[in-house]
């Protein structure tokens, strides 16, 4: 694959709201569906995995790419603002979303459904019925150390985010790492299924990170969180052996 049609064309944060060339673009979203069921809602860490597959699988798809049938959308999403929302949806709703143009990727416990590019103000009916609140997942225990071997999206320690919230932040730690391989290493993670781990940070090791030069996501702080705050750090082995 090329990717000459997904990296950046400007060194402005894509994420930030600070003014930049970025604003004077259309701007669209990407929305990304969790589906939670009353009665076997996801497991969060493995919902929070999940959303970022699945960002990565819409990036690579070959319609996504090229001269594919979303490749337009997605070259002027990712010419303006970088937005993610994440919406939750079961039985119907969820049915309906899954009716819609997209990709369902599947994790241990958490199905999440991802959609082209959408205008900011022209979401379709189906999805924009669906709610951005509660998308509060727990884990039914601990998250087993992560494997260091496989690339892992590490999440601020001082940082309090809903899980949609989170599944947004993860998705875009997730698609900068994307952006900065190499086209090898982007066919390799791509042919053994984009695994990933995300996992929280302990204190010194987020300090550590943040100074480490891998991909930082700093939100833009439209909901949530305050402008700026740096939520997730991208580790992908070939970014470490590079940096």
Do not use: C, Y
């Not at 997942?137 to 919230?165: C, F, H, I, Q, Y």
């Amino acid at each position: 694959m090329t990717s000459d049609s997904i990296v950046p064309g400007d060194n402005a944060d894509p994420f930030l709201n600070e003014p930049t060339v970025r604003d004077e673009a259309p701007q669209f979203v990407l929305p990304l569906v969790v589906r939670i069921e009353r009665e076997a809602p996801p497991a969060r860490t493995d919902a929070l995995e999940t959303a970022a597959r699945a960002v990565l699988t819409i990036l690579s798809d070959e319609r996504a790419v090229g001269d594919g049938e979303w490749a337009q959308v997605m070259r002027d999403w990712q010419d303006a603002r970088i937005r993610k929302v994440v919406r939750r949806a079961r039985g119907a709703e969820w049915r309906r979303a899954e009716a819609l143009p997209g990709i369902t990727v599947t994790g241990k416990s958490a199905e999440v459904r991802v959609f082209p590019p959408v205008p900011l103000d022209g979401w379709p009916k189906d999805l924009a019925r669906l709610q951005v609140s509660g998308t509060d997942l727990d884990d039914p225990e601990p998250p087993a150390d992560a494997d260091r071997t496989a690339p892992v999206l590490w999440l601020n320690p001082d940082l309090d985010m809903s899980a949609g919230k989170t599944m947004a932040q993860t998705g875009h730690g997730a698609q900068l790492a994307w952006w900065e391989l190499s086209d090898e290493d982007r066919t390799a993670w791509r042919q053994a299924g984009f695994p990933l781990s995300v996992r929280t940070a302990g204190p010194a090791q987020w300090t550590e990170l943040i100074g480490s030069g891998l991909p930082l996501v700093k939100d833009a702080g439209f909901t949530e969180i305050a402008p700026g705050s740096a939520t997730v750090v991208a580790e992908h082995p070939a970014l470490r052996r590079r940096g």
